[in-house]
C-alpha cells in the first residue's frame, strides 16, 4: 500500500479493499518505527487522526466520498488546525493549540475528506533551506541520514519520501518546496501566487508566500492541489478566478512543446553530476517530441540580493505579533512591559529568525528604504519582465532545481550566504509570482537530483502536464530510500 499512488489509494478504499482506520494505522506504525530516527514530524496525535479515518468511512458507506476521501496526508506546521498544536518550528509558538483551521486545512480535512497524520518538522517560520533551524532539531533526509533534506518543507519532504505518508502539504517563500523534493527525490508544486488561500498560513513574507502540494509524482500532485486551490474571501490576495481541474491535461502529447532553456541556468555554479542529469531529461523531453529553445533570463543573477532584502522586510514587520502580551511563548521573568517584549523575542526566536528580522527592519528604516528596499522591489520588476519576454519564446522554463544535492548537516550552518545560494535557481519565481515545480531526474552519486520547470501565470495543468509525461517514460520518482522497509 505504500507504494501505491492516490488514484490506486482511492480505487483500494472504494473497493473496501483496506478502510482509511486500516490505512491510517498503518502510517500512524511507520511513523512511530522511522520518525525517531528522521525527526520528519514534530506533533502526532494517533487519536485525533484515527477518529477522521473512522469519519471518512463513513462517507465512503454513505456514498458521499469525493476522489481523496480517507487518504492520509501530512500537514506542514505552518498551517494552523484547530485542536492542533501549531508551532511554524518556534520555541515562540512551542505551546500554541489553534483555535482554527487554515483554509488549506480546511479544504483538505473537512471538505475532500483527507486524513491528518500531524505536523511536520520545519526551519523556524519557514526561514532556511536546510531545515536546521528549528527549534525541535533538524529534520536528516532518508536518502542519507547524515544529510539535510533541505527546507523549510523539509519535514514533508522526508516524510513523502520515507513512506510516512502518501502526500503533505508544503509552503514555497523561495524554493521551499522544490528544493526539499528535489533533495528527497519526490515532485513538488509552487502555484502562481494567490491560487491557494494564505488564510491561516503562518506568514513569513506576505507577497512570497504560497502553499502546495508534495508527492511522489505529479499526477499526485494534480489531485492534490484540486483540493488546495480555490478562491478565498478571508485572503485579500487570493484571486477569484474559475475553479481548475489540474488532472485535465496529464495525458496531453508533448509534441511542438518549447522548452525555454535559459543560458544564466547552464553556467558554472552547479554540480556537473547535476547537470549531466538534467542534460539528460532534457534528451529525454526531446524524445517525446518537445523541442529546445534558448532564453535569457538577464537579472536573475540579482534574484537573492532582492530576495534576501524584500523577505527578510516582510517577515520584520509579520513577526512582529510575536510579542508574548496575547499568545506564544512570554519569557518567564521581567520587569516592565519594555522587558518583556525584549526578552520574550529574545528567547523565542532562534538566531536566523533574529538576524532576519534585524535585516529587515534595517532596510525599511529611515535612509535606507530608497536605498535598499526600494531598489530590490524594482529588480523585482525586471525579473518579472524578463520572464515575460521568456514566454514569448516557450511555453516552459526548464533547469536545475538546485544546484547541488543534499549537503552534510551542518555544512553551511556559518555561512548564512552559502546556504542561501541554494536557492539561486528557485527564488526567482517566488519574485516573479509564477508557478514552479520540481521533479525527480536522476542521481548524482546515491543521491537525488531536481528537475525545475516554470510556467507562465496559471500554467499549473501545462506543467503537471509535462511532468507527467516525463514520468510515463522514465521510473526516477518510483526510486524509494533503502533501510525503511
Not at 118 to 129: I, L, Q, R, V, Y
Not at 274 to 293: D, N, P, S
Not at 309 to 324: C, K, M
Not at 405 to 419: C, H, I, N, R, S
Amino acid at each position: 500500500m505504500i507504494e501505491k499512488s492516490l488514484k490506486e489509494l482511492s480505487q483500494a478504499l472504494a473497493a473496501k479493499k483496506i478502510s482509511s482506520v486500516e490505512l491510517t494505522q498503518l502510517y500512524l506504525d511507520r511513523i512511530s518505527r522511522f520518525n525517531p530516527q528522521l525527526n520528519a514530524f514534530i506533533t502526532v496525535n494517533g487519536d485525533k487522526s484515527l477518529a477522521a479515518a473512522r469519519a471518512a468511512d463513513q462517507r465512503i458507506a454513505r456514498g458521499e466520498a469525493g476522489p481523496l476521501t480517507g487518504i492520509p496526508v501530512a500537514q506542514k506546521d505552518i498551517f494552523c488546525a484547530e485542536g492542533w498544536l501549531t508551532t511554524c518550528g518556534s520555541k515562540m509558538l512551542s505551546n500554541f493549540v489553534s483555535p482554527y483551521d487554515a483554509t488549506v486545512i480546511e479544504r483538505m480535512e473537512r471538505g475532500a475528506g483527507l486524513v491528518s497524520l500531524g505536523k511536520t518538522n520545519m526551519d523556524e517560520f519557514a526561514m532556511g533551506s536546510s531545515n536546521e533551524t528549528s527549534f525541535y532539531g533538524p529534520v536528516r533526509n532518508p536518502w542519507d541520514p547524515e544529510r539535510v533534506p533541505g527546507g523549510s518543507s523539509g519535514g514533508s519532504a522526508a516524510a513523502v519520501a520515507a513512506r510516512l505518508a502518501p502526500v503533505a502539504s508544503g509552503t514555497d517563500t523561495g524554493g521551499s518546496i522544490r528544493q526539499p523534493a528535489s533533495l528527497c527525490n519526490l515532485t513538488g508544486l509552487k502555484p502562481t501566487y494567490g491560487v491557494v488561500s494564505r488564510y491561516g498560513m503562518i506568514a513569513f513574507a506576505s507577497s512570497l508566500d504560497q502553499a502546495g502540494p508534495m508527492a511522489r509524482s505529479a499526477e499526485d500532485c494534480a489531485l492534490l492541489l484540486n483540493t488546495m486551490a480555490g478562491f478565498d474571501e478571508r485572503d485579500s490576495t487570493s484571486l477569484d478566478r474559475p475553479s481548475e481541474d489540474y488532472t485535465r491535461d496529464l495525458e496531453r502529447p508533448l509534441e511542438g512543446l518549447r522548452i525555454g532553456l535559459p543560458k544564466e541556468f547552464f553556467g558554472d555554479g552547479c554540480d556537473p553530476e547535476v547537470m549531466a542529469a538534467v542534460r539528460a531529461a532534457i534528451a529525454e523531453y526531446e524524445k517525446l517530441g518537445a523541442r529546445t529553445v534558448e532564453v535569457s533570463l538577464p537579472n536573475s543573477h540579482l534574484s537573492v540580493a532582492a530576495y534576501y532584502v524584500i523577505a527578510p522586510a516582510e517577515a520584520s514587520s509579520n513577526l512582529s505579533r510575536f510579542d508574548g502580551v496575547r499568545y506564544g511563548y512570554r519569557a518567564p521573568e521581567y520587569t516592565d512591559l519594555a522587558d518583556m517584549y525584549s526578552k520574550t523575542r529574545a528567547q523565542g526566536f532562534g538566531a536566523e529568525v533574529k538576524r532576519r528580522i534585524l535585516i529587515g527592519a534595517y532596510v525599511l528604516s529611515h535612509g535606507y528604504y530608497d536605498a535598499y528596499y526600494l531598489q530590490a522591489q524594482r529588480i523585482r520588476r525586471l525579473i518579472a519582465d524578463d520572464f515575460a519576454a521568456a514566454f514569448k519564446e516557450c511555453d516552459v522554463i526548464l533547469g536545475p532545481t538546485s544546484p547541488g544535492t543534499a549537503f552534510k548537516l551542518g555544512e553551511k550552518a556559518a555561512d548564512p550566504v552559502q546556504m542561501y545560494l541554494s536557492d539561486i535557481y528557485t527564488i526567482a519565481v517566488n519574485l516573479a509570482g509564477l508557478p514552479g515545480m520540481s521533479l525527480p531526474c536522476g542521481f548524482a552519486g546515491s543521491l537525488p537530483v531536481g528537475l525545475q520547470l516554470i510556467g507562465n501565470y496559471f500554467a499549473e495543468a501545462r506543467l503537471l502536464n509535462v511532468a507527467h509525461r516525463y514520468q510515463q517514460a522514465t521510473d526516477w520518482h518510483r526510486r524509494a530510500p533503502a533501510g525503511l522497509e
